[in-house]
T-cell receptor, first 113, second 115 residues
Framework: AQSVTQLDSQVPVFEEAPVELRCNYS??????LFWYVQYPNQGLQLLLK??????LVKGINGFEAEFNKSQTSFHLRKPSVHISDTAEYFC???????????FGTGTRLQVFP | GAVVSQHPSRVICKSGTSVKIECRSL??????MFWYRQFPKQSLMLMAT?????????EQGVEKDKFLINHASLTLSTLTVTSAHPEDSSFYIC???????????FGQGTRLTVV
C-alpha cells in the first residue's frame, strides 16, 4: 500500500518570498508522483508530475519539484510566490497497477502582501 | 488536458431524499472514472473506481448501496447518494482517466448539503 505525508498543514509566507512544501511518500512498488492545487470550492488542477527520467520537474505557474528516491520525497518549490498562489496544495502518488491516486492531507499556502 | 464537467456544482436536499451527481468528460474517452469525497479542510478520500460498462469497485468502508455509481458510457458517470443524511454533506469530486494516460483530470466538484 502507498501513503503520502505532508508534514506542514499550513505555510504562511510573504509575497515574493521563496516557498517549499514538503511531501514524503511510502510505497513498495513504483509510483508516479503528482502535485495538485485546489482553489476554494473547486476541483483539482495539476501543477506537475514525475513519471521517470529527470528528477527535477517543472510545472505550471513557476512551480517545480524534485524527486528524491533515497529520501522518498517530492518537495514542491517556488522561488517567488504571488498572492494568487494562496490555495490548498496536495501531493499524491499513483499506483501504477490500479491508477488510483492516494492523496496527502494537503498544505494550505497563505501568501501575505 | 481533458475537460471534465461536474453537475450540479451545489445542491441542497432534504434528509431522506436522493441526489444524483453527474460527471461528464467533454472531449475525452474516460475508460476509468474515480469518485472522491472531501470533508472541510481535509484531503480527498477515494470512494470508488468505475470502468465503463462494469460495476464500480468501492473502497473499504464505502456503502455501495448508499452511493450508487453508474458508468454507462465513455463520457458519463453518475454518483447517486441515496437516502441522504446530514453526515453525507460533503464536497464530491470526480476524476477521469483514459487508456494509456498517466494523469487524472478532475471535475469542479459538487457541494452537497443535506438539511
Amino acid at each position: 500500500a502507498q501513503s503520502v505525508t505532508q508534514l506542514d498543514s499550513q505555510v504562511p509566507v510573504f509575497e515574493e518570498a521563496p516557498v517549499e512544501l514538503r511531501c514524503n511518500y511510502s510505497s513498495s512498488v513504483s509510483v508516479y508522483l503528482f502535485w495538485y492545487v485546489q482553489y476554494p470550492n473547486q476541483g483539482l488542477q495539476l501543477l506537475l508530475k514525475y513519471l521517470s527520467g529527470s528528477t527535477l520537474v517543472k510545472g505550471i505557474n513557476g512551480f517545480e519539484a524534485e524527486f528524491n528516491k533515497s529520501q522518498t520525497s517530492f518537495h514542491l518549490r517556488k522561488p517567488s510566490v504571488h498572492i494568487s498562489d494562496t490555495a490548498e496544495y496536495f501531493c499524491a502518488v499513483s499506483d501504477l497497477r490500479t491508477d488510483k491516486l492516494i492523496f496527502g492531507t494537503g498544505t494550505r499556502l497563505q501568501v501575505f502582501p | 488536458g481533458a475537460v471534465v464537467s461536474q453537475h450540479p456544482s451545489r445542491v441542497i436536499c432534504k434528509s431522506g431524499t436522493s441526489v444524483k451527481i453527474e460527471c461528464r468528460s467533454l472531449d475525452f474517452q474516460a475508460t476509468t472514472m474515480f469518485w472522491y469525497r472531501q470533508f472541510p479542510k481535509q484531503s480527498l478520500m477515494l470512494m470508488a473506481t468505475s470502468n465503463e460498462g462494469s460495476k464500480a469497485t468501492y473502497e473499504q468502508g464505502v456503502e455501495k448501496d448508499k452511493f450508487l455509481i453508474n458508468h454507462a458510457s465513455l463520457t458519463l458517470s453518475t454518483l447517486t447518494v441515496t437516502s441522504a443524511h446530514p453526515e453525507d454533506s460533503s464536497f464530491y469530486i470526480c476524476s477521469v482517466m483514459g487508456l494509456g494516460n498517466t494523469e487524472a483530470f478532475f471535475g469542479q466538484g459538487t457541494r452537497l448539503t443535506v438539511v
